[in-house]
């Protein structure tokens, strides 16, 4: 009989939780946005009309210097479903899509930031992908209304991307993104790494899928600055490695250091008989320098790479480099 009232309890308590769980939440980030906050969430409620399911809307405030915050206060005193999110500082787009899921209910997750200026009606087209069995969807923006540089360096960095994963991405770092909550359980993201979540997700065994987002005119963010370019590099090879080789540095770090320590070595070797049959001399010749430096370079990532697998066989029942879709016993 105790048995029968704790199975009942239970099933009120998931009763409970199912009944307050939302079916989509809209997470999006605002950062100097002001005079955008209201006719945006306008047009979202008008998109939100045709969705059958319940929803809630979450937006994250960025760190403004501006009254960003005060109009999303008055948005929230006149809408329910709307929940708002303040950080202390700017800490950039993977952090305020992580503060935002943290305080979201739904199991499917529609999150874009302002500064891409999107269609919100378009986003209807990202959740139908979802329906259709796809896990992550990425928003590509199309017509591109902002500078031909801007363009021109998007372009650059997608097709790097396309060529060191081997997918075929448009879009990778839109800013637009659908994708269902057990994705995010799955794929760990920070620092900058949002932007290579449909990478990550897809090495996960994800499926993703592409849909195209009218991108509206407006002022845009200028992609001028070298470091901008150097930081996004970086982020693509961190995304490899972590992808690759986060439970294997040894092929990573060994690979390279074997390859610096052959080439070394060969040197060394050639000076050495060089030397030793009286050729010449070979006292203060660049090769002897490059040569002792590519072997002790090589050496040093070699055991950078011994330490790295020791450090990963001490900790690998913590972690797990595989994602189970189902089991039948």
């Not at 009942?8 to 946005?33: E, F, M, P």
């Not at 500064?115 to 329906?131: M, S």
């Not at 269902?180 to 620092?191: I, M, S």
């Not at 992609?223 to 992808?243: C, Q, T």
Request: one cysteine or more; proline letters at 3%; hydrophobic letters at 45%.
């Amino acid at each position: 009989m105790l048995r029968m009232k704790e199975i009942t309890k239970l099933k009120d308590k998931v009763r409970a939780v199912r009944s307050g769980r939302k079916d989509l939440s809209i997470i999006v980030l605002a950062y100097n946005q002001q005079s955008l906050l209201q006719d945006l969430h306008r047009q979202l409620k008008a998109m939100l009309k045709s969705f059958s399911g319940r929803y809630e809307i979450i937006y994250v405030d960025d760190g403004s210097n501006d009254l960003t915050w005060q109009e999303m206060l008055m948005i929230q005193k006149t809408d329910a479903m709307v929940k708002i999110i303040r950080l202390r500082t700017t800490f950039g787009e993977a952090s305020a899509l992580d503060a935002g899921v943290r305080i979201a209910s739904g199991q499917i997750l529609l999150y874009f930031t302002c500064r891409v200026r999107i269609n919100p009606a378009d986003l209807t087209g990202l959740i139908d992908k979802l329906d259709q069995g796809f896990d992550v969807v990425i928003g590509v923006r199309h017509p591109r209304r902002d500078s031909w540089l801007n363009r021109m360096v998007s372009k650059l960095f997608n097709g790097l991307t396309n060529r060191m994963t081997k997918l075929h991405l448009h879009d990778v770092n839109s800013g637009v993104l659908a994708l269902r909550r057990p994705v995010l359980e799955h794929v760990p993201y920070y620092g900058a790494l949002n932007a290579f979540l449909p990478v990550l997700a897809h090495r996960q065994g994800y499926k993703i899928a592409e849909e195209k987002v009218e991108q509206l005119p407006g002022r845009f963010q200028q992609s001028v600055y070298p470091k901008n370019y150097i930081r996004r590099f970086l982020d693509l090879v961190s995304v490899m490695f972590l992808s690759k080789y986060s439970k294997k540095p040894l092929h990573f770090l060994g690979f390279l250091g074997a390859v610096f320590t052959l080439i070394g070595a060969g040197i060394n070797i050639y000076l050495f008989i060089y030397r030793i049959l009286g050729i010449g001399g070979i006292a203060g010749k660049p090769m002897l320098l490059l040569g002792t430096m590519l072997f002790i370079i090589g050496i040093q990532m070699i055991s950078i790479g011994l330490l790295a697998e020791m450090i990963i066989f001490t900790h690998a029942n913590e972690i797990k480099d595989y994602n189970i879709e189902e089991i039948i016993e």
